[in-house]
Each structure stands twice: as structure tokens, then as C-alpha cells.
């Protein structure tokens, strides 16, 4: 399995970057290798907002759906997504967001791996290096958007 953790300073409010996480039909236009995202399920209630998202990734032919189950804890600022159907053998992240005066402080964990043990092992190589670029095009569409 591979897991990292990063943090991040993003210069807009803790509101609006949470909208931001759960609007996976946006992140083709700013997450790289995204082709599609879908949500359906959505459930909302007072502290809880839950649905099944579908995120297409890849290039060109070589793509792959990841299904999931997304909820987001209203009272805890929380996001925790889960493996339902795709390539991952194993896929947990958590997003959390505390507000600060700059903007909003975001921890993001991940921790998966993928049912091909060959491509698992390439994963692993090159995880840091694409983890490291997701994060920063969340934080360039905060820029893009609230500043």
C-alpha cells in the first residue's frame, strides 16, 4: 500500500474550499489526468452530505473509472472518501480544513493500493511526484476562483 500526507496553506475561506473538494464534476477542468467526474446517491441531512463519485482518470485510451463513496462530516469539516469499484484494491483519503487567517489550512491523507500488482509498483515510484501535482492544482483553482 502506498500513503502520504500533505498540508496545505489554500488562500480561500474553509466554506469555499470544501465546496471545491465535493464538486468532482469540476475537476476536469483543473485536476490533471481527470477526465470525468460524476456524483449520484447524493444524500444530504443536517451534519451529513454522502454520495457515490465517479472519477474518471487517465489519457486518452488508457483511462480507468474510480468509484467511491464520498461523506462529508459537516461539524468536524471532514471529508472521507472510500473504495467502492474500479482498480483499487484498498482506497481511503481524508480531507480536513481548519480556517486561518490566510486562508484555510488543508490536511489531505491518502492510502490505497491498486488490485494490479505491476502497476501497483509503478504507482509507488512516481506517487509523491502526482500527489504533490494534484495538490497544487487545488490550490491554483483557489487562486483562480477566490482571489
Not at 16 to 37: A, H, N, T
Not at 68 to 77: F, P
Not at 91 to 120: H, P, R, Y
Request: net charge positive.
Amino acid at each position: 500500500m502506498s500513503s502520504a500526507t500533505i498540508k496545505k496553506i489554500i488562500p480561500c475561506k474553509k466554506k469555499q474550499l470544501i465546496e471545491m473538494v465535493l464538486d468532482i464534476e469540476k475537476y476536469p477542468e483543473f485536476v490533471p489526468w481527470c477526465i470525468e467526474g460524476k456524483i449520484e446517491d447524493k444524500n444530504e441531512s443536517t451534519d451529513l452530505i454522502t454520495f457515490k463519485g465517479d472519477l474518471k482518470v487517465g489519457k486518452s485510451i488508457l483511462n480507468e473509472t474510480f468509484s467511491s463513496h464520498v461523506s462529508y462530516y459537516k461539524e468536524k469539516d471532514k471529508i472521507i472518501v472510500t473504495n467502492l469499484d474500479g482498480p483499487l484494491k484498498h482506497l481511503k483519503n481524508e480531507w480536513t480544513f481548519k480556517e486561518i487567517n490566510s486562508g484555510t489550512q488543508l490536511k489531505f491523507f491518502i492510502d490505497f493500493e491498486l488490485k494490479n500488482t505491476v502497476l501497483n509498483s509503478i504507482m509507488k515510484k512516481s506517487f509523491e511526484l502526482g500527489l504533490n501535482k494534484i495538490a497544487k492544482s487545488f490550490e491554483e483553482r483557489a487562486n483562480k476562483l477566490y482571489k
